[in-house]
Each structure stands twice: as structure tokens, then as C-alpha cells.
């Protein structure tokens, strides 16, 4: 509970309400304390008084929290209620300085001698035209601050959904740029101060007008939103990146809080936003397949056996099938892992490397893609592990 003090100002011909201190937030306290000071500022004299029987002064509010407040023994929790009760020893009826009951509309600005909630004294409130309501809501709402969304850009592919290709290989991509000027957001609306992300709330872009876009090292203007190219790439080896940016003019104008006072500062950087869109990563395949059992490493064909656009780096499973009386061949490239175990189960495995191993041997060649009448790389280092003759019909795990 919030306890409310009114206290009387020496020599002044008015009170003013402000928060208690700390020794009478008590949970038992039902009424509002009266400090009528002397004019020598010594020790005040308390009494009860209810809100109802001092209308006759002229009051200001001064630093109190708006939540529940307790007047009289009752308990009073929005601006609706407390208007009924508090607006009519608020302000001086008559004079011209202000309106009667909350139904009424001031016809004046009002000066402050003393603070009035958020409005600081000295200062000339814009009254004219509101209600007591509308005034206390204003003074004791409190000054809320704009939400504000920085420009964004964001790239993207959308027509393909490997992130692995060949090296050499061509690819076909639909590059998407998007972007966002970005927003100030805070409206009253319904007397309530809105700050989510939406065009009825938006007081005004952050950034100011986009100068272009660029995707892929192509500029446009046309300020199409959102814009795609596509492209045809040759995938080199690694990390393929594909990049666009957006370049924005600086902001026009500064956010504003609810009580329409300018804040912080316009838009200016960054004014380009570069983004990059998932990469494609380019490598060289390994492969598998057999051979006879009189032939050797001078006998493989690249292009008689399978290949796999895959990492090789780790453990490889190679799904033979009906194969009786052949060598088996996995080529890696020589950038890979060395295999040193094979795996079939926990019964059927065994060592890469050592006389008596089913792959007794690991050979080094460098080879040419297979492809006519333009290889996709050409002298590419592999590991190369031949088979003893042997039956499989199942898949096979090369591990590191």
C-alpha cells in the first residue's frame, strides 16, 4: 500500500500532496496524514483528514506513484476512480485557471509552481482543451520512450538445398535480398501508449530511403523489395560465399516519447549493411567400387566407379553389394583422414594397413575427374585402399 501525506507549506496558501517516507508505509495505516507546518518549520501536528473535506485549497501532486492508492479508507487503483476524488482538490475552481469535475475541460494552460508528477515547477502544462482526467493520467503515466528497430538486410538462397557441391561443378542459385528501413514505434491510441512492431504504432522510419542494393556484385536502384537475381556459379574449393548489401540515405527524424518531446538522435550509420548468405562449400569427392582380382592400382578407372559428394574426413560407410571374388577400392582424397580400422560388426572388423589386413596397403595417386570433354579438377591427390580378394554383401565402415 502507498501512504500519501499532504503537508502545508509555511506562509503559502496551499498543500501539497507528496509520498510518505519510509516510516509510514505501514500495511495498518487507513488514512491520508495531515502535516500543517508552522511558519518557523518546527514540529508539525498530525491529523486525519479525508481527501472529501479539504476542497477548498489549491493542491498539486509532487513525486507520487499512481498503483493503489488509499484515500480515506478506500482503496483507489486507476486514474478513473481517482479522478472522481482527487481532481476537485487538484486545482483552484474558478479564476480562469482551471475546470471544475473530471467532466469539464480547462480553458488554460496551467503554471507550476511546484512539480506536478513528471512536469518539473516553473514549467506551463498544456491543459487547455483536457480534462482533470486527462491531466492526472498525463502527469502520472510517466514519460515511456519509443521502441526502435535499427535497419536490417538479409540475403538468402532459395533454390537450392546443398550445402556441398563438387569442386569445378557449375550450380544454379536464386540470390533474394530483402531489406528493412528499420522504425520508430509509439503512438497513444486509446489513451495508451503502443509500442509494438506495427504500421499503426509506426511513427516514422529509422533509416531514411534506400540509394541500392547490390547482390552479387550487381548494383540495382530500382528499390524493388525484395529484389533476386540468379546466378550460375563454378564452385571453387572451400567456403563459396555469396554477399549483397544495402545502402540507406541517414535517418530524417529523431524518435519521440509519449509525452511527444524528441529523443536521442536520427539514423546515420551504419548506412551500408552487408549480408552473406549460407555458404556453399566446395570439395572433391571420394569414390568406391572394385576391381578384378589380377588387376592393381595401374587399373582403376575413376569412371567406373561411384562417387560420393560427401566429406571424407572421418568415418565412411561404402555400401557394397554381390560382390564375390574382387578387390574392393575406396579412393579418398590425400586432404581426408587416414583410415586405419574397417567395421562391418562387432565380429567382422579389423586393422587398415598391416600384412594380413583386409586393406594391407594405403597407395598415394593423383587422378582427373572423370568427365568428357572437360574434367571438373585434374591432378588431385588421393589415398587409395585396395582389398585382399574377397565376398561382400553388405556395407562397410572405414573409420579413422
Known amino acids: 500500500m502507498i501512504i500519501i501525506t499532504i503537508q502545508s507549506v509555511p506562509d503559502a496558501d496551499y498543500f501539497k500532496f507528496k509520498q510518505a517516507p519510509a516510516e509510514f508505509f505501514d500495511s495498518k495505516a487507513k488514512h491520508y496524514e495531515l502535516y500543517r507546518n508552522s511558519a ?12 472529501r ?3 477548498n ?12 492508492i488509499e484515500v480515506d479508507g478506500e482503496v483507489y487503483g486507476s486514474f478513473e476512480d481517482l479522478a472522481d476524488v482527487l481532481a476537485p482538490i487538484l486545482f483552484k475552481k474558478g479564476g480562469g485557471t482551471g475546470g471544475g469535475g473530471t467532466g469539464n475541460v480547462w480553458e488554460t494552460d496551467l503554471f507550476l509552481a511546484y512539480p506536478l508528477g513528471k512536469y518539473s515547477a516553473g514549467m506551463t502544462v498544456a491543459t487547455t482543451g483536457k480534462t482533470n482526467e486527462e491531466i492526472i493520467r498525463d502527469a502520472y503515466q ?19 538445398s546443398n550445402i556441398v557441391a563438387e569442386l569445378g561443378s557449375t550450380v544454379n542459385i536464386n540470390l533474394t535480398g530483402t531489406y528493412n528501413p528499420g522504425g520508430i514505434y509509439g503512438k497513444i491510441i486509446s489513451n495508451n501508449w503502443q509500442t509494438t512492431i506495427e504500421d499503426i504504432n509506426k511513427q516514422a522510419n529509422r533509416a531514411g530511403n534506400i540509394v541500392s542494393m547490390t547482390i552479387d556484385g550487381e548494383v540495382f ?18 567456403p563459396n560465399t555469396f554477399n549483397g548489401s544495402v545502402t540507406f540515405l541517414q535517418g530524417y527524424v529523431r524518435p519521440k516519447r ?12 551504419p548506412l551500408t549493411i552487408v549480408s552473406s548468405t549460407s555458404t556453399i562449400t566446395g570439395l572433391v569427392p571420394y569414390f568406391y567400387g572394385f576391381i578384378n582380382d589380377n588387376q592393381t ?4 578407372n575413376l569412371s567406373t566407379l561411384t562417387k560420393v559428394i560427401a566429406s571424407s574426413t572421418g568415418t565412411i560407410s561404402i555400401p557394397f553389394s554381390n560382390v564375390i571374388g574382387k578387390k574392393l577400392v575406396v579412393l579418398t582424397p590425400s586432404t581426408s583422414t587416414t583410415k586405419t580400422k574397417w567395421f562391418i ?56
Open 297 to 300: 592400382i595401374d587399373d582403376i
Open 40 to 51: 518557523s518549520n518546527e514540529d508539525s501536528e498530525t491529523l486525519l483528514v479525508s481527501a
Open 221 to 238: 536502384t530500382d528499390l524493388v523489395n525484395p529484389k533476386t537475381k540468379n546466378i550460375n556459379r563454378i564452385i571453387n574449393l572451400g
Open 57 to 68: 485549497r489549491d493542491y498539486l501532486f509532487s513525486n507520487v506513484a499512481v498503483e493503489s
Open 53 to 55: 473535506n479539504v476542497t
Open 142 to 160: 510517466g514519460v515511456l520512450d519509443a521502441v526502435i528497430v535499427n535497419p536490417s538486410f538479409s540475403l538468402i538462397r532459395d533454390n537450392i
Open 345 to 400: 560388426n562387432s565380429l567382422n572388423n579389423g586393422n587398415i594397413g598391416n600384412n594380413g589386413d583386409l586393406f594391407p596397403n594405403v597407395y598415394t595417386r593423383s587422378y582427373t575427374s572423370p568427365e568428357i570433354p572437360t574434367p571438373l579438377w585434374a591432378d588431385i591427390s588421393f589415398k587409395v585402399y585396395i582389398s585382399t580378394v574377397t565376398n561382400i554383401n553388405t556395407s562397410i565402415q572405414l573409420q579413422n
Open 258 to 269: 509519449s509525452d511527444e518531446t524528441e529523443y536521442g538522435t536520427i539514423y546515420t550509420t
